[in-house]
């Protein structure tokens, strides 16, 4: 049933580690039965509820789902597996927008932005306890927000729309909650969500964007 894949840990944390580690690597492969909880208690030497918190916490993560008396198994697209191993196939005539990157061509030239930023970063290097986001970036922004309707508040900068996202679902928040996301929608986000301990909600989309 599982090859020759050696499962290890004595807590539940480290039994729920191992196997996650061997989904995101590829040696336990989408759709693969896990062996039953007391089996695989018998196995490692250890109680039978220390499998049963492992694989609870590998239901929350999105690695693995349970279906009854027919056991637990791997996700068919499981939240920590790489994406070379769940081979998404793409029908041929649409645009593959999951990984999410841009067109490079819409791209602006960013040599010159990075060798003004260097110049002025000589000249007025960044500190600890500085203003944490450029005024004139801030006013920009909340101007731009403005104009959409957007309420007024402070202004955060990230690093890139992904950590963004993290950031807003850690603050409101918790684990078991169910967020909406859309389908299709980008690889990232459908993995971060389930890591979290969310659980996602697939919302249709059209060319404008999500279906309420």
Do not use: C
């Amino acid at each position: 049933m599982l090859g020759e894949y050696r499962f290890t840990g004595r807590r539940a944390a480290e039994i729920s580690a191992n196997i996650e580690q061997a989904v995101g690597a590829g040696e336990l492969e989408p759709g693969q039965l896990l062996p039953p909880m007391r089996e695989l208690a018998d196995l490692l030497g250890v109680n039978p509820n220390t499998v049963a918190a492992a694989y609870r916490t590998l239901r929350e993560r999105g690695v693995i789902e349970t279906d009854g008396r027919r056991g637990s198994r791997v996700r068919s697209k499981p939240a920590t597996t790489g994406r070379e191993f769940i081979r998404v196939e793409v029908p041929e005539g649409v645009r593959d927008l999951s990984t999410g990157n841009p067109d490079p061509a819409l791209l602006p030239a960013l040599a010159p932005a990075f060798a003004w930023a260097a110049e002025r970063g000589d000249q007025e290097p960044v500190l600890y306890g500085g203003e944490p986001v450029d005024p004139e970036l801030a006013r920009l922004a909340r101007a731009d927000w403005a104009a959409d309707g957007v309420p007024a508040g402070p202004v955060a900068v990230t690093s890139g729309s992904l950590d963004a996202v993290e950031r807003v679902l850690a603050a409101h928040l918790r684990p078991g909650d169910t967020v909406a996301v859309e389908d299709p929608g980008w690889g990232s986000l459908l993995d971060l969500v389930p890591a979290l301990g969310l659980r996602t909600a697939p919302v249709g989309v059209d060319d404008e964007g999500p279906l309420p």
